[in-house]
């Protein structure tokens, strides 16, 4: 148990559809972030946010959306996914900023997505 | 882009023997980490050395860091079936602590019971 939840685990969808992903960290951790893990390939940064303020999109397709109500929860909105979007989607939360934090990430366990 | 590559990409060993991970980084960095992934399973941190750091333990753990090589390195010493994973090294992006971490593609370790 590392704090951070994230539902559902796993996610079969088709390509017309709209799903979601959720997250929720219990660590009072002021920054959270998607990660996409596929097969292969090093785990790719998709969204940052800090204090509920979004500070990084690396380049992510619009059928990809988040959402940040507060610090403590994100959200991954998902519309007209193409079967390539199957991956492993992980949420992380950190303590962010100041010379002393170390940015350890704590990381859920992970939506594992298939697009059909 | 990829910042950390680790080496090398799968190891197996027998169950008490020591495993040796390494990782390459190209940019200068005030922290590096190791993380761990059981299959299918979210990440957890390991360890982190600073860049002011050559050396830390953490029970069977050792990392080892070389800035001016620009490598580290994952020591588990008399390994156990349940260290089988995947170990990931990971350098912040960017400037300060921003928990934003570039990570490298893994290395597969099996533990031979």
């Known amino acids: 148990e590392t704090g951070v939840t994230q539902t559902p685990r796993h996610l079969v969808m088709g390509m017309t559809n709209k799903k979601s992903l959720k997250c929720e960290q219990h660590l009072g951790h002021n920054a959270m972030y998607w990660y996409k893990q596929s097969a292969k390939k090093p785990l790719e940064l998709m969204f940052v946010y800090n204090f509920k303020e979004q500070t990084e999109n690396n380049s992510v397709p619009s059928r990809f959306s988040p959402e940040c109500p507060n610090s403590s929860h994100l959200f991954l909105h998902l519309h007209t996914l193409q079967p390539e979007d199957s991956a492993l989607y992980l949420c992380?939360?950190?303590?962010?900023?100041?010379?002393?934090?170390?940015?350890?990430?704590?990381f859920g366990e992970g939506s594992r997505l298939t697009v059909l | 882009s990829q910042q950390g590559e680790e080496d090398p990409q799968a190891l197996s060993i027998q169950e008490g023997e020591n495993a040796t991970m390494n990782c390459s980084y190209k940019t200068s960095i005030n922290n590096l980490q190791w993380y761990r992934q059981n299959s299918g399973r979210g990440l957890v941190h390991l360890i982190l050395i600073r860049s002011n750091e050559r050396e830390k333990h953490s029970g069977r753990l050792r990392v080892t860091l070389d800035t001016s090589k620009k490598s580290s390195s994952l020591l588990i010493t008399a390994s156990r079936a349940a260290d089988t994973a995947s170990y990931f090294c990971?350098?912040?992006?960017?400037?300060?602590?921003?928990?934003?971490?570039?990570f490298g593609q893994g290395t597969t370790l099996q533990v031979k019971p």
């Open positions: 990971a350098t912040p992006h960017g400037s300060g602590n921003t928990g934003k971490l570039i």
């Open positions: 992380a939360s950190s303590q962010a900023g100041g010379a002393r934090l170390t940015g350890e990430l704590f």
